[in-house]
């Protein structure tokens, strides 16, 4: 059984570029949620892809945007980066979307922006 | 809205047990989790609580009291690799099943 894989594991930008980062969910598994973890601070919910739809969405701007593919793998993109959105980024995925189902994260993809 | 607390760092010696605290106030409770992180690397799983009471899984254990909006993870027999920083997260209401994270507690095991 494959875990939960993210690419780039760190990546380098400047503000105003954008970015997308990418991620594999385990496999059977059909939801995958996206979070921002900056330095010292819980992972903050950004949001969450069930079956190719989003499924709940954080306090995030719009800038922030996703997308899931029939494989269940799934993008997160950031448009006009700012310096506050230099994190860690980590995705999670989980076999459905009821309230006792074990979300297993990635690595994570550490962005900085300069 | 959603809000969590737990302490920021604690220090305990090799072969003690010690308790994390974790108070919180949700709008909608659909069970609380307790996630490790060692630095540098991604959340793990340790916990699960929907019910009030006591869950034991080996070395670490931990309690809910929903009424009281308290929980706490309790790890015996520390060992040095469980140098980390302890998560606490709530499942609130609602179609996703996202988690609102604290802040993380910093575990610092010394000889």
């Known amino acids: 059984e494959t875990g939960v894989t993210q690419s780039p594991t760190h990546l380098i930008k400047t503000r105003g570029q954008q970015v997308t980062l990418r991620c594999s969910s385990q496999?059977?598994?059909?939801?995958v949620s996206w979070y921002q973890q900056a330095l010292g601070q819980g992972p903050q919910f950004i949001f969450q892809?069930?079956?190719?739809?989003?499924?709940g969405r954080g306090n995030f701007p719009p800038r922030f945007s996703g997308l899931q593919f029939p494989n269940y793998s799934s993008e997160l993109n950031v448009n006009a980066l700012e310096l506050d959105d230099s994190a860690l980024y980590l995705c999670a995925s989980s076999l459905g979307t009821a309230s006792y189902n074990e979300q297993f994260f990635g690595p994570g993809t550490r962005l900085t922006v300069l | 809205g959603q809000n969590i607390d737990q302490p920021t760092e604690m220090t305990a010696t090799e072969g003690a047990i010690v308790q994390i605290n974790c108070t919180y106030q949700?709008?909608?409770?659909?069970?609380l989790f307790w996630y490790q992180q060692h630095a540098g690397e991604a959340p793990t799983f340790l916990s699960y609580n929907v019910l009030d009471g006591l869950e034991e899984k080996g070395r670490f254990s931990s309690f809910l009291s929903r009424s009281k909006g308290y929980s706490y993870l309790l790890l015996k027999e520390l060992q040095m690799k469980d140098s980390a920083s302890y998560l606490c997260?709530?499942?609130?209401?609602?179609?996703?099943?996202?988690?609102?994270f604290g802040t993380g507690t910093r575990l610092q095991v010394t000889l």
């Open positions: 949700t709008s909608g409770f659909n069970g």
């Open positions: 496999s059977g598994h059909n939801t």
């Open positions: 892809y069930y079956r190719e739809e989003e499924n």
């Open positions: 997260a709530v499942r609130g209401a609602g179609t996703a099943s996202k988690l609102t």
